[in-house]
C-alpha cells in the first residue's frame, strides 16, 4: 500500500509540466484529470477486469517521469529567482 501511494505521488507531478509549460492552471487541472482517466480506466469482458495501474511497469514509469518532471521545474524555479 505505502508503495502504490509512492508511485500515485509520482504520478500526480506529471501535470505540473504542462501546467508550468502552458503557464495555465486550467491546463494543469486538465491534464491531470486526463491522467486519471487514463491510469484508472477498466477493461472487462464480464468476468475479468483489468486496468493500467494493474501492469507494475506503467505507474512505476510515469512516477520515474513525475519525479523528473519535478526536479527540472524546481531547478528552472531556482534559476528564474536569481
Same mark, same amino acid.
Given at each position: 500500500? &505505502?508503495? /502504490?501511494? $509512492? /508511485? /500515485? #505521488?509520482g504520478?500526480?507531478? @506529471? =501535470? &505540473?509540466?504542462? #501546467?508550468?509549460?502552458?503557464?495555465? %492552471?486550467? @491546463? %494543469? !487541472? @486538465?491534464?491531470?484529470?486526463? !491522467?486519471g482517466? &487514463?491510469?484508472?480506466? @477498466?477493461?472487462?469482458? #464480464?468476468?475479468n477486469? %483489468?486496468?493500467l $495501474?494493474? $501492469?507494475?511497469?506503467? =505507474?512505476v514509469?510515469?512516477?520515474? !517521469?513525475?519525479?523528473?518532471?519535478? $526536479?527540472?521545474?524546481?531547478?528552472? !524555479?531556482?534559476?528564474?529567482?536569481l
Amino acid at each position: 500500500m &505505502l508503495l /502504490m501511494a $509512492f /508511485m /500515485m #505521488g509520482g504520478v500526480s507531478l @506529471t =501535470p &505540473l509540466f504542462f #501546467g508550468m509549460r502552458k503557464k495555465s %492552471t486550467a @491546463t %494543469t !487541472i @486538465t491534464s491531470a484529470v486526463l !491522467i486519471g482517466f &487514463l491510469i484508472n480506466a @477498466t477493461v472487462s469482458d #464480464g468476468s475479468n477486469q %483489468t486496468s493500467l $495501474f494493474q $501492469f507494475i511497469g506503467v =505507474p512505476v514509469g510515469m512516477c520515474l !517521469i513525475g519525479f523528473g518532471i519535478a $526536479f527540472l521545474s524546481y531547478r528552472r !524555479i531556482e534559476k528564474a529567482d536569481l
